[in-house]
């Protein structure tokens, strides 16, 4: 007893609960935010080349349309989506592969003969034979895939 | 700033005589066993977090289920250790509830003027083991199918009422697809709203009337 302590039993006590609280608290913290958010940072899959069909069915000049399945694993669930893009050549020798989603808001365009555009029907985006913006929201060309030709057959690079 | 923000806050809703009331109240000179109500508490809390936490991946299908729950065990970052929380802090709280029941009742601390946070307590308890008996089924596993198959089954024993009280606590006559997300729904919505509701009550009476003191020979 007699001298006054310079830490006294209460505030010894205040210190300790707020300091284990706060760790406890901080566990919890880094636990939840690891559980939320990494998961969603996870990227698909590996890149792999994809065959889509043959040379033979681009009509030169004209964007053709191919389709192919992809198998996707969300979370636990395996799954195939199907994927679109379409294929223009000129020459019959030279081919580039231009995603079917508008680099707007991400809706699916779509060819139109007549017009010779590709046109989203969300927002009116417009886009040339090339991909290129010709009216509308859109902000960049229409993107495109690496592209290659084995025995007549067109490959494309998919995922990543 | 602090020191402002807090008088600032003080003046419009008095906090500090809350803090003061909840926090700094008079207690009487008692022992470690009548720190169980707390530990209770902090093991509520921590099944809350975590539970909302695995609701952000548990899906409450047959389809899904087991799926979903080996998805967090195996694969989320610290999903192991969520499910792992829950999944002993559910045990845990079974355990802590129950000895903190015995400490009231060998104390005698359930007497005038505490018997209203006794029946909220007594309730409180079957909301612990609702809990329990619902979350034991949320995996899927055959584990939890076949504890649920005799637990439904006992519940069944009854005369009269029995056949009904199985259908619906199962909701039909076979545990199904309905049974699951029935108690997935009791597990997350409908006992938690008691459990806060009825918190609630017990720690403002525990409050109020002030905690009681240890017997002692002759009083």
Known sequence: MGEPNQLSRRNFMQTAIWGIGGFIGLGYAVAAIAYVVKPSLKTQQTQTWMRIGPTSKVELGIPTLFSFNIETQTGWISNTQEVSVYILSNDGRTYIAMSNICTHLGCHIRWIDQQEQFACPCHNGVFDKLGNVVSGPPPRPLDRYDVKVENDQLYVLVGG | ?219
């Open chain 2, 1 to 219: 700033m602090i020191a402002k923000l807090t008088h600032w806050l003080d003046e419009r809703t008095s906090i500090r005589q809350v803090w003061e009331a909840i926090f700094l109240r008079k207690v009487p000179k008692v022992n470690w066993w009548f720190t169980l109500g707390s530990a209770s508490l902090f093991l509520a809390l921590n099944q809350g977090i975590t539970g909302i936490l695995l609701t952000l991946y548990y899906v409450p299908t047959p389809d899904h289920a087991y799926d979903s729950v080996q998805y967090i065990t195996t694969q989320v970052p610290l999903g192991w250790l969520v499910r792992g929380l829950h999944h002993w802090g559910a045990s845990l709280m079974i355990v802590v509830v129950v000895i903190h029941m015995l400490r009231v009742i060998i104390f005698g601390a359930y007497k005038f003027p505490r018997e209203v946070t006794w029946f909220t307590g007594v309730i409180l308890l079957l909301v612990v083991i609702g809990f329990g008996f619902t979350g034991y089924l949320l995996p899927w596993d055959q584990k939890s199918f076949w504890a649920t198959t005799v637990g439904t089954r006992i519940a069944g024993t009854p005369p009269l009422i029995g056949d009904y009280l199985l259908r619906i606590i199962r909701g039909g006559s076979e545990i199904t697809a309905v049974t699951l997300v029935r108690f997935f729904g009791v597990h997350v919505w409908v006992l938690p709203t008691l459990l806060i509701l009825l918190i609630g009550i017990h720690l403002y009476l525990v409050i109020k009337n002030g905690i009681s003191a240890l017997p002692q020979r002759g009083k």
